[in-house]
């Protein structure tokens, strides 16, 4: 996989981003062709109470650290934390939760 996410990194000129999840262990982000394992977010099992758009607060996270100008890895991690906290809220949108509500969040964003 390495050899075919390289051969189409390099086929670019252009430096660009590419975020791929893997649940549960978490998340591979390749930017100026460099590949970084980012883990996932660890949460007790105990607390998860639903786990309906955790992959939507995810690529609305990645999304948002784009527009932020974070780099792609502090991104895929922030994400990664917002998704785990959202799934110990009840909901899609009613569980979503603001950065202000995360522990770390807005250390992640001004890292």
Do not use: N, W
Request: contains cysteine; positive net charge.
């Amino acid at each position: 996989m390495l050899s075919r996410i390289t051969y189409l990194a390099r086929a670019h000129p252009i430096p660009h981003t590419a975020s791929c999840k893997q649940p549960p262990s978490g998340t591979r982000v390749i930017s100026s062709y460099c590949l970084t394992t980012i883990e996932a977010a660890s949460i007790d099992q105990a607390a998860i109470v639903d786990t309906t758009g955790a992959g939507d607060a995810f690529i609305g996270t990645m999304l948002f650290s784009v527009a932020m100008g974070l780099p792609p890895v502090r991104g895929a991690t922030l994400a990664s934390v917002v998704a785990a906290a959202k799934c110990r809220k009840l909901g899609a949108r009613p569980g979503l939760v603001r950065l202000d509500e995360i522990d770390g969040a807005l250390e992640l964003l001004a890292m």
